[in-house]
């Protein structure tokens, strides 16, 4: 199940289900990374990490860590 | 009691400008008891009467994680204590961003409090061609919706009358929020009823939304604060949400089922352009956040704000300097010589003066993050910085504070209110003033200057006095690293917060929420931090000048006489009194309580290589570290009166001698005295204002033991390994 941290930028993803529980889990659904919704990978900072994504209609920043919980479909 | 509206809303979407807009100058800040968010309160006429609006910090949702997010559900509840029940909401959404923004709105909806939606930035909107029925917003959201433009002030008066129907009883459609699954809302029924039915010992009505919260956010903070009063809720908590999601994560279903209220409402009242429009924010983020061009820029604006703190600010400070000087010497000669003209001049007005002398620094500095944060720029640092911070334990929203520190580390605290994570927020508060201060810079500046030779070193490439200015600089970074780390594992252990930092549109900024934050936050310096450095100084004047010997005045009084009467020429006399004076003040100073603590702390600074006078200048400029230079020239005799170039005090501290007749410094002790002022958290107004920030005593009081205690060991190993290494005897 590939997941949204291994996305490139330019690349989109349709999300299927979210990994953990808790605090992040909770978090990234409120801002829209809920099952169904469509990505795309904008960018990487320049050291590689965070990534900024766009979901919703805006852009959103995220740690891999974080991204690492999103699997794609 | 006045109709009290609630202003409410994601970050970013402008609602610090609808609040300006909508309350003039009316505004009342503050801070709420115990937790480090800033209450703002401000007043508005709707239909004659007079309604209170308190704007709450911006959030994205109402499950609390902590007491700091606790309290905007408090305040929507009308259960945060100081703060009147709220009779309306009003929330702020961006119409470029309607899908998230409504995601807070569908949770305000289950309040069942009046609600008013203002959609701002509708001419973003419009030029991105996103079309907006506000008639069927309303009536799908079952609240009206008004189009504003807060920074244009359009749509304010419309605005206005829907707050005024929403407060005045206007017959509210009721419309359903999100619709959940039925095993939730039973779970929720069945907990509500048994939390305020039963003997649970809460002793109050706990609303609805609080349940929901209790149930569905697990480990937040609902949950830990009921369950500590109900000791039998915990117990059955995971049960309950067992069955209401039925295996599945009750977050998941809450966000799922909101986002799909939301689908809804937004296929029947927005349209979309169908492909995806490159907007200017996102041509600008190609260059602004590019690897190479990207990071040129961040350290392009880096030293354009720091250059601009100390260039700009200098001639400000100066002015200041001057007109606190002025005021002292025109008080002085008003003023009849002894404990009174002591007190107000070289006490109250000399102190004041230290602490106000860097409010230029700081309304330069809350200038530029002001401008920062308002255009969007703010977060792409944090973006750009994460990666570096992150292996402290830290996230790029701490790059700000900790550079900000490098001119002054108040402003610095100060900047750590944008990091919303409260763990994260203390330990950047902690490690900020290890940053070297421009108040370091006079004592490196005649440490170095004094007793590190001119030389050329590494071939001649390098002058090794700014070879070890740089390595002050870099002790307080390179310490810094490992205080943070530790910090976030011990102390302020908790779950790694995560790094979801949304990248907002880039607008320009509004030049009055810019002043506007610039001068309060120049207020509550001078006010707040004025007060408490204020008292500092009192204290510290009086240990200084208590007990001031007659015996001390009577026998300089006589020498004085002596020189009087003298054969000397005028000049010669004005020479001898001033060097007269200079020792009667050293001596009244060693006789004070302050000198007699340097007597007894000397044994405790003898390891570092320092003797009691040293030791007890240390102490004196407990107030501000720059002190120590007006303490050490009043102890080696020359009065208070001397700035860290004058070639006089480097002399007298060349040719002053230990008790034995050997030389008191040499290149360890000036590199000890370097480090423990580098490491050393000898500021009064740092301490004030973290305590402010953090709202505890808890805090400036570890700040000062750990820095301290780091300060001590450090300059101890600095003295002894290069006392070791033989540089003791180069001087």
């Known amino acids: ?73 | 009691m006045p109709t009290t509206i609630a202003v409410i809303g994601n970050p970013n979407v402008g609602k610090t400008t609808l609040f300006n807009a909508l309350t003039g100058l009316s505004q009342v800040t503050g801070n709420y008891p115990g937790v480090t968010v800033e209450r703002k309160v401000g007043t508005l006429r709707i239909n004659g009467t007079t309604a209170h609006l308190v704007d709450l910090p911006g959030t994205y949702s109402l499950a609390a994680r902590s007491p700091d997010e606790m309290i905007v559900v408090d305040v929507l509840l009308s259960q945060q204590a100081g703060e009147d029940p709220i009779d309306a909401v009003l929330a702020v959404v961006d119409a470029t961003n309607l899908d998230r923004n409504l995601y807070l709105v569908s949770q305000l909806k289950e309040l069942g409090k009046p609600l008013v939606v203002a959609l701002n930035m509708c001419d973003l909107a419009d030029k991105r061609q996103i079309k907006i029925d506000t008639d069927v917003l309303s009536r799908e959201l079952g609240a009206p919706v008004v189009r504003i433009c807060a920074n244009k002030r359009i749509g304010i008066d419309a605005l206005n009358a829907a707050l005024a129907a929403a407060t005045h009883g206007a017959p509210t459609v009721h419309v359903n929020g999100p619709e959940f699954p039925e095993a939730l809302t039973r779970e929720v029924d069945a907990l509500e009823a048994r939390l305020n039915h039963g003997d649970h010992g809460l002793g109050r009505h706990v609303q609805r939304l609080e349940v929901f919260r209790l149930l569905v956010d697990r480990g937040g903070y609902v949950e830990a604060r009921l369950s500590q009063a109900d000791k039998d809720i915990a117990g059955s908590l995971d049960e309950s949400r067992a069955r209401a999601g039925a295996g599945a994560s009750l977050a998941a279903i809450e966000a799922r089922s909101r986002y799909a209220w939301i689908r809804q409402i937004v296929a029947a009242g927005v349209r979309k352009p169908t492909t995806r429009v490159t907007t200017v924010s996102d041509k600008l983020d190609a260059v602004i956040t590019h690897p190479l061009l990207g990071t040129f820029i961040f350290a392009l604006i880096m030293t354009i704000v720091f250059q601009a703190i100390f260039s700009w600010a200098g001639p400000l400070m100066d002015l200041v300097d001057a007109a606190f000087g002025a005021i002292g010497e025109s008080v002085s000669a008003m003023l009849p010589e002894g404990m009174l003209q002591s007190l107000v001049v070289d006490g109250i007005i000399a102190g004041v003066g230290n602490v106000i002398i860097f409010l230029p620094q700081i309304m330069v500095l809350m200038f530029f993050i002001a401008i920062l944060e308002d255009c969007g720029y703010m977060a792409r640092a944090a973006f750009l910085m994460d990666k570096l911070l992150s292996r402290c334990g830290l996230s790029g929203q701490s790059f700000i504070p900790m550079l900000s520190s490098f001119a002054c580390a108040i402003p610095g605290v100060m900047a750590t209110r944008p990091i919303g994570n409260r763990r994260d927020r203390i330990t950047t508060i902690l490690v900020a003033p290890l940053m070297s201060c421009s108040a370091r810079l006079p004592v490196y500046t005649l440490m170095i200057t004094a007793f590190i030779p001119d030389t050329k070193v590494i071939g001649g490439w390098l002058n090794l006095q700014g070879l070890v200015l740089t390595g002050m600089y870099s002790v307080g970074i390179a310490v810094a690293i490992p205080v943070a780390w530790t910090l976030k594992r011990t102390i302020l252990k908790g779950e790694t917060p995560p790094f979801l930092l949304e990248l907002p549109t880039y607008k320009l900024p509004q030049w009055g929420t810019v002043l506007r934050k610039v001068l309060r936050q120049g207020k509550e310096f001078i006010v707040r931090a004025g007060t408490i450095i204020f008292a500092v100084i009192v204290v510290v004047w009086a240990l200084s000048y208590f007990p001031h010997s007659d015996e001390i005045t009577a026998m300089f009084e006589a020498e004085r006489a002596k020189v009087a009467a003298s054969g000397m020429s005028e000049e010669e006399q004005s020479i001898a009194i001033s060097e007269i004076d200079a020792e009667e003040s050293g001596a009244h100073l060693r006789n004070s309580y302050f000198g007699r603590m340097g007597l007894a702390i000397e044994p405790l600074v003898r390891p570092l290589g320092w003797d009691w006078r040293i030791g007890m200048a240390t102490i004196a400029s407990f107030p501000a570290r720059e002190v120590v230079i007006a303490t050490l020239g009043t102890i080696f005799y020359l009065g208070s009166d001397v700035d860290e170039t004058s070639d006089s005090l480097k002399t007298v501290l060349h040719e002053s001698t230990r008790a034995d007749g050997s030389k008191l410094f040499n290149i360890p002790v000036a590199l000890s005295i370097m480090v423990f002022f580098a490491l050393c958290c000898q500021c009064g107004a740092t301490l004030a204002v973290i305590r402010r920030e953090t709202q505890s005593n808890a805090w400036p009081v570890f700040a000062f033991g750990y820095m301290t205690a780091l300060a001590y060991v450090a300059a101890l190993f600095t003295y002894q390994f290069t006392t070791w290494l033989g540089w003791g005897v180069v001087t």
Not at chain 1, 30 to 37: F, L, N, R, S, V
Not at chain 1, 46 to 66: A, C, F, N, W
């Open chain 1, 1 to 73: 199940m590939p997941t949204l941290n291994q996305l490139k930028p330019g690349q989109t993803g349709i999300v299927s289900a979210l990994r953990g529980d808790g605090a992040i889990h909770q978090r990234l659904q409120e801002m829209g990374i809920i099952e169904g919704a469509s990505l795309e990978v904008i960018r990487m900072a320049p050291l590689g990490d965070p990534m900024e994504i766009l979901v919703q209609g805006y852009h959103l920043s995220l740690r891999k860590s974080e991204a690492a919980l999103v699997e794609l479909a």
